[in-house]
């Protein structure tokens, strides 16, 4: 039956739209992990879906909701480029709100429950070739906007007083990533659904990190993770018919797992092998 | 000629007047550490000289330019701040920012910049640990690090801000000499902002003293003196020498008694 589907042409742009998003969500999970803006991608994605609910309302494509939603929510949260506890508080408020704008639009929509229902947790299989056209136009955006930005994004991204120091722009960066932040959510929106943009922009990442202390190498490994989750996860569901997004989830969890029992098992050899602990400044 | 020139500098937030008339020079491989209680100024001074913050009146130039234009390379290290256990960056990809961090695009494998980074690494002693996680290094290694990351880019001018906090005794020691070999062989020099003369004591050249409104500058035999206190803290403040360390006691805010009572090996 698999061998069937495989022959199929929806299931051809399934993989190929699933590809493009999970090598722009892991991409930029990397810097989204760097700079702790987990929560961030949580809010832009849920206001994805109010922008998506109001499309709805409206009668327009709902992608361009969404793409309306995150990138807006983006901006402001770049604007105000905020750290700490007062972003997460800021994020919570804003969110919330956000969800309640959402709620209300759903209601007043008279259409099917369907497609509110793929807005929460995706629907690959109903990709069409003009999506799978604009999935690559706007992922491609992002990933030229990513390698422009690599170094200073990076450097303020882990050492923010020096990179100021040495005349990085902060607040601009903060503002582009947040905007290719809410490109990349609008695009994983409409693979694993709102709910489920964090398996594909922060665990992979988050393994990644786990894995290595390079950073060239913790970009490679975090794609390949997004992309092995996403592809793995569109055939397991052809085979089963269960939901696409629970395998995508499934099998990127498992590699965050992996990855943690590894730096685990790593850590505890080190210690090990190297007690008394190694001296690496020496004492006059 | 100096390599730095400040200028009747000052700076207020609003009402308040952290300095004013404040003016002096800086010669090649000179040591000018930066004293005062907290909330006088000596962060803002840093800034200034790094081109992040405008005075309110007077100038800064290094090297015939003004720092905010970036002419020329400024080394800074900044005040411990301890990285995230898991964060991916090794200690010489730490290093490489203060290269070529600030460019855009990705960084090219390039054999001088690496060279030049292993030399850095080199000359704060942290070869051995160049390709450790950053974040499972130990404060100290971090420091040095961040010294070389500073060193690095052949800065005309050294900025340490408060470098030495939460080192224990040797390493506040390790990273003293490394600032003061590095000053005495290339001729960089070196502003240290710290709250303790006494790890800087045995090489500091000039001290410029910070205090609330009034700021004095000269040699630590000049400066540091119960006469020059008393001035400008505008009350009775003693200056003790207690077998080499200096003991400041009745300053109005008492903040900056120098640990006394704490071993300090020369």
């Known amino acids: 039956m698999v061998g069937q589907l495989l022959a199929q042409h929806f299931v051809h742009t399934a993989l190929w739209a699933g590809a493009v998003v999970a090598i722009v969500s892991g991409a930029i999970g990397v810097f989204v992990v760097s700079r702790g803006m987990s929560f961030a991608v949580h809010a832009i994605s849920e206001l994805g879906f109010t922008g998506a609910a109001g499309a709805l309302v409206v009668g327009i494509d709902p992608v361009l909701g969404i793409l309306g939603g995150s990138l807006l929510v983006g901006l402001v949260l770049g604007l105000l480029s905020l750290r700490g506890r007062e972003r997460d508080s800021a994020i919570g408020a804003v969110l919330a709100f956000g969800l309640g704008v959402g709620v209300l639009f759903l209601s007043l929509y008279q259409g099917y429950a369907t497609e509110a229902t793929n807005l929460l947790f995706g629907s690959i299989v109903g990709v069409s070739d003009g999506q799978l056209r604009d999935l690559v136009v706007v992922g491609g955006i992002v990933l030229v906007g990513l390698a422009v930005l690599y170094r200073p994004l990076f450097f303020s991204s882990v050492d923010p007083e020096i990179a100021a120091a040495r005349g990085v722009p902060l607040r601009a960066l903060s503002v582009a990533i947040f905007l290719l932040l809410g490109l990349t959510t609008a695009e994983a929106i409409q693979v694993v659904g709102v709910l489920l943009v964090l398996t594909l922009v922060i665990t992979p990442a988050a393994a990644a990190q786990r894995l290595t202390a390079r950073p060239g190498l913790a970009l490679v490994l975090s794609v390949a993770i997004a992309l092995g989750s996403t592809e793995g996860g569109i055939l397991l569901s052809l085979e089963k018919s269960w939901p696409t997004s629970f395998f995508i989830t499934t099998l990127s969890f498992a590699a965050y797992v992996a990855a943690r029992i590894y730096d685990w098992s790593r850590g505890r050899q080190k210690r090990l092998s190297s007690s008394p602990p190694r001296r690496l400044w020496a004492v006059r | ?266």
């Open chain 2, 1 to 266: 000629m100096s390599v730095v020139t400040v200028d009747d500098l000052a700076l207020r937030f609003g009402e308040r007047t952290l300095f004013e008339g404040l003016g002096f020079e800086l010669e090649r491989g000179e040591l000018l550490s930066v004293l005062g209680p907290n909330g006088t100024g000596k962060t803002s001074l840093i800034r200034i000289l790094l081109g992040l913050l405008q005075p309110s009146a007077g100038r800064v130039v290094v090297e015939g330019c003004p720092p905010r234009e970036r002419c020329h390379r400024i080394g800074y290290v900044p005040q411990q701040r301890i990285f995230d256990r898991d964060v991916v960056l090794r200690g010489r990809d730490l290093v490489r920012f203060g290269l070529d961090g600030h460019r855009w695009g990705f960084a090219r494998l390039d054999g001088e910049a690496t060279a030049q980074v292993d030399a850095a690494l080199a000359e704060v002693g942290a070869a051995a640990y160049a390709d450790a996680p950053v974040g499972r290094l130990s404060g100290g290694e971090q420091q040095r690090l961040r010294l070389a990351q500073a060193l690095v880019a052949d800065p005309v001018l050294i900025l340490a801000d408060e470098p030495l906090l939460s080192l224990d005794l040797a390493q506040q020691r390790a990273v003293v000499d490394l600032l003061d070999a590095r000053r005495r062989r290339a001729g960089t020099p070196v502003v240290f902002v710290t709250h303790d003369i006494n790890p800087v004591l045995h090489t500091v050249d000039r001290v410029l003293y910070l205090a609330p409104g009034s700021w004095a500058i000269g040699t630590p035999d000049e400066v540091l003196t119960s006469d020059t206190l008393s001035r400008l803290y505008d009350t009775d403040v003693d200056v003790l020498r207690v077998r080499g360390r200096v003991v400041v006691v009745g300053t109005p805010d008492d903040q900056h008694v120098h640990h006394v009572g704490e071993e300090h090996v020369h």
